[in-house]
């Protein structure tokens, strides 16, 4: 039963599209974290958070942003969506200090702009 | 330099053979470290995370820390076909969940 939940799972979508997508986590993890992830290759990190209101940009430049108004909740926006936009995402949470158990991920959104 | 490598592969290994994957790191302050499973189309998956030097045992899975040479290792015993996936190696210092990933070896375990 995953514990951590991102929606769409697939998505197609036209150049020039807002598009949001959703990640929520039930386990009260603060910190929360967004992958970009093309097949066959590495994770990037994009953006992660360590608690309400708090957002960062991670290694990757991204055109994406991120909110955190809740702490089960974190979605990732992209404004104007692009083919180069064109790849799997994935969220993931930990908790927040001391001895870590690693990352939990959802089970990704493969995103496919035309 | 990355801060953490791993040998892309493809790793090929017989069904029942022991798999080897090796990861190095290049921040000595990492503390902890894991091995994620991915299988294709898939999200990662924690197998294994060892924080102390030497090895730590799980059913099949052995993990092998040595932090004097910054060498990480996953065994896996008796591969199994299921095992074919891609191993990520992940290091992370105390205290700070920034998590650093590899880009994985490929393993394919042929029956």
């Known amino acids: 039963e995953a514990d951590i939940y991102q929606t769409p799972r697939y998505l197609v979508i036209g150049t020039g599209k807002k598009i949001t997508l959703e990640c929520s986590q039930t386990?009260?993890?603060?910190?929360m974290y967004w992958y970009q992830q093309d097949p066959g290759m590495e994770l990037h990190l994009i953006h992660y958070s360590y608690g309400v209101n708090s957002t960062e940009k991670g290694d990757l430049s991204s055109e994406s942003t991120v909110s955190r108004i809740r702490t089960e909740h974190f979605p990732l926006t992209l404004e104007s969506a692009r083919p180069s936009h064109t790849s799997q995402y994935l969220c993931a949470s930990s908790e927040s200090s001391g001895a870590t158990w690693g990352y939990t991920f959802g089970s990704g959104t493969r995103l496919t702009v035309v | 330099q990355k801060e953490v490598e791993q040998n892309s592969g493809p790793l090929s290994v017989p069904e029942g053979a022991i798999a080897s994957l090796n990861c190095t790191y290049s921040d000595r302050g990492s503390q902890s470290f894991f091995w994620y499973r991915q299988y294709s189309g898939k999200s990662p998956e924690l197998i294994m995370f060892?924080?102390?030097?030497g090895d730590k045992e799980d059913g099949r899975f052995t993990a092998q820390l040595n932090k004097a040479s910054q060498y990480v290792s996953l065994l896996i015993r008796d591969s199994q076909p299921s095992d074919s996936a891609t191993y990520l190696c992940?290091?992370?210092?105390?205290?700070?969940?920034?998590?650093?990933f590899g880009a994985g070896t490929r393993l394919t375990v042929k029956p």
């Open positions: 060892i924080y102390s030097n």
């Open positions: 992940a290091a992370q210092e105390y205290n700070n969940n920034d998590m650093r």
């Open positions: 386990m009260g993890h603060d910190k």
